[in-house]
């Protein structure tokens, strides 16, 4: 921008139109749900025990704008917890950053160069101007928060109001400023600081052009849960007053010149609080009374050029409206593949659906273009934040309403192995993040092989990357590929005592890891078989049965001295062969619940029990179920599992055994089941998940959940159960065709949840699941539903397919 122009009569438009319109299935979209402090923390009062306290699992969700998988994420920034950016704890903001990570633990992620706008300076002196995050925080407007695909906005208590819209790699904000005051007259000052959310700067730089205003900048920061640094760079021109001075700041001294700064960490100035600074530029009064500057700030991990020219390019005029319909109207293009016939379902139950898949196509985000660690015609996608999380549900649900964007996403994946030599379990910020268990990579992989996934994928490669995770150990398993290997291989578990020389990370979950490996080598083993490697097929299918390893068949359980009844459970074991020891039921919420992070002292299983980690078998539930004398036993110890509170659906593992009644030839209780989470634990309040949203693993479980047809993920397998809703279709996009399930008797209180009989496309259907052909070839699946379990799909010929059934 070479000058600026006054603002002008368009951008004084009422902006509060509705721009919903009936039938509009993004006024279904609450972005704010997720974004609370409090986690469900109401008790489940069954068999006498109180389910315990969990304290900070707010869901952390990303409450902004931003487009589908966009680079792009502007929200305002809490000084509370600020993971997602904006929480809704009442706490104060510190500015407006344009990049976010979605329902993260861990550090906050990024939120980079933040922008504040101050409606002008005490006694119009710029140093009375706050500067730092810790000064300028100001409180909110109650209630002037509102968030919709695409847009975010609200008021400040100094009156200023904030707008913001994004394109993909591009913030636009648009502030409306108050009158003057005697002692503080109308001249906006909008400064750009050098800092990301968890405070992570190492270096950075800044100048601004006193002519045009324009602000470039770069810094180096940390990723939120990895290791590394990466560089990310910004442009921000302005719109809308002409400029009255420029300058930089450091801590809460400005001046005019010099016009531009670099700083590095000192060794003395340390986080947490680094080095204040940035730069700013005041602006005149704006003339004709109005009172908006637009401020737009062009992003790029590649360099300030790119940033600038990405912004010029997908902004080029300012238009706030255009770019906040175009992003709505992506979301409704992203979104309307799936359409449902609502009933009189109610309105809180459609927010909950919509919003769920509206949080699952946050993330992963297109990098494409911006990825400056090696050159490649691939595609980038980052943020797998992290695939232990999201390979249960949101990759699964992805593959149903956008495969095209899986194809790419895996392709990502695939260029991340060719450059990096390890597919990841973790990335964020172009760089390497933590892996909380298995190569579950290896299960993504599998999951859209057996879906028959083509796209440009190479397989051969794919299975190259996952055979690498299985047999070649990397010197840093923290952050790729596995652990134990040698172990793995030679004594067919990880001992909890292990002997590892070959790499480093955290000898931990030696429970987790065990039934983890042995998952992902039986996806290896589905992969094997489809691209014919039979000897390998063979070697993987029995190294998928090493869970039996840590089964110790004589493990009673008792919770405060009372016996459960259970015995038989996984307990670690040591490289002699020796038992060790773990209460089954510690590092549930029962026990111990937050002993169990990625701590060098946490345990031998992962943010969950031996109680939820001996149902993880999902590649031979029918050999589980024998294990565990037999489907009768097995339906108790599940109900029991979910009803004594052992099992917190606020984490993915919780999911699958939601239905693996389907396993025990009673699918009628998995029904019943998801309706005891949905809408207890999944709501439409600001505290409406159970835990981090995990980049929309708990948006798409709900999804799937209500969609009537839970993913296996790993297999060509559904599980089915009804709807929510009396119909739901899903397009796919690659082929052009329809799939529709259809409830009949449905009625929305949800008494008639039990499947008496379905009929696939007119023909009779008895099986309990249904195959990925079903959504590509399309068709209709019909459920009559009754208030009573039925015969459906009990059968042993209904039940899904078990590695020791065939
Ligand atoms: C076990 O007993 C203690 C002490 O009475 C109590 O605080 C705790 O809630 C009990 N736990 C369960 C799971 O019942
Ligand atoms: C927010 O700002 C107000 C007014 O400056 C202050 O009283 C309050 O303590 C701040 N709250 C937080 C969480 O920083
Ligand atoms: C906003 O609401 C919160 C929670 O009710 C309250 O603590 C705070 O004082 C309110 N702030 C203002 C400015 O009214
Ligand atoms: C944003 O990027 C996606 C690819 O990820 C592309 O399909 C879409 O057209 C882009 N949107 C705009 C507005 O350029
Ligand atoms: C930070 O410093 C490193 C090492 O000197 C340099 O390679 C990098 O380009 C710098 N990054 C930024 C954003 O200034
Ligand atoms: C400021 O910009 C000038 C001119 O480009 C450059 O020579 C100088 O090194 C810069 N100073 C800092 C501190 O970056
Ligand atoms: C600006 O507009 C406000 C509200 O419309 C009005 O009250 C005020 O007098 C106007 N100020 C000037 C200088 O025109
Ligand atoms: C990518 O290619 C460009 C142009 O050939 C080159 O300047 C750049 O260094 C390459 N980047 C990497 C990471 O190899
Ligand atoms: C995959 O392709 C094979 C061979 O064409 C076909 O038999 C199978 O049904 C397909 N599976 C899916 C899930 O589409
Ligand atoms: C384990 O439980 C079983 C049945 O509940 C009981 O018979 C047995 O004595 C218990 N074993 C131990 C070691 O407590
Ligand atoms: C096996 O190893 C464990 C852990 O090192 C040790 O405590 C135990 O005594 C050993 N048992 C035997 C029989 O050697
Ligand atoms: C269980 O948690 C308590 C309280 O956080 C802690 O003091 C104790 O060390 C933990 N026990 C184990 C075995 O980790």
Known sequence: MAFLWLACGLLALPFDYALAQDGDILRYVDSLIGTGLGGMAKPQEKLGNTRSYIDNRAGHVFAGATLPFGMAKAVADVNGENQGGYASDYSNITGFSHMHDSGTGGSPSLGNFPLVAHPGCHNDDVNECKFTSVDRATPQVNGSVLAEPGYFTITLENAVRAEMTVTNHTALYRFSFPEGLADMPLSPLILADLIDLPKSRSNASVSVDPNSGRIVGSGAFSPSFGIGTYDLHFCTDFFGASIRDTGVFMNNRAGSQPKNLSVVTDGVNNSPEILPAGAWVRFKAPENNATQISARVGLSFMSTAQACSNAELEIPDFDFESTRSAARQAWTDKMSVISVTPGSVSDEFQTIFWSGLYRASISPQDYTGENPLWNSTEPYYDSFYCIWDSYRSIHPLITLFDPESQALMIRSLLDIYRHEGKLPDCRMSLCKGFTQGGSNADVVLADAYVKNMTQGIDWALAYEAVLSDAEDEPLNWAVEGRGGLASWKSLGYVPADDFDPHGVGPFTRSISRTVEYAYNDFCIAEMARGLGHAADYEKYVARSENWRNLYKEDQNSTINGTE??????????????????????????????????????????????????????????????????????????????????????????????????????????????????????????????????????????????????????????????????????????????????????????YTNVYIQSVTLNGVAYTKNRIGHEFFVDGGVLELTLGPEESAWGTRYEDLPPSLSTG
């Open 564 to 749: 459960t009844g259970f015995t038989g459970f996984l307990q670690p074991k040591f490289m002699n062969g020796t038992w060790g020891q773990q209460d089954p039921i510690f590092c549930s919420p029962l026990l111990n619940f937050t002993s169990c992070y990625l701590n060098p002292d946490g345990h031998e299983t992962y943010e969950g029990s031996s109680w939820l980690y001996t149902t993880y078998v999902p590649q031979d539930m029918a050999s589980l179920i024998t294990t565990l004398d037999g489907p009768d036993s097995f339906v108790r110890r599940l109900d029991y599992l979910h009803e004594s509170a052992l099992l917190y659906i606020g984490d993915e593992q919780g999911f699958l055994p939601v239905y693996q009644y389907h396993y025990a030839g009673r699918p009628g209780k998995s029904a019943a089941r998801a309706h005891t989470y949905i809408p207890s634990q999944f709501n439409t309040s600001v505290n409406g998940i159970p835990g981090n949203d995990d980049s929309g693993a708990m948006g798409s479980f709900i999804v799937l959940a209500m969609m009537g047809l839970f993913p296996n993920p790993g297999q060509n397998v559904y599980l089915i159960t009804p709807p929510f809703f009396p119909e739901i279709s899903i397009t796919n996009k690659i082929s052009g065709n329809k799939a529709t399930i259809r409830n009949v008797n449905f009625d929305a209180e």
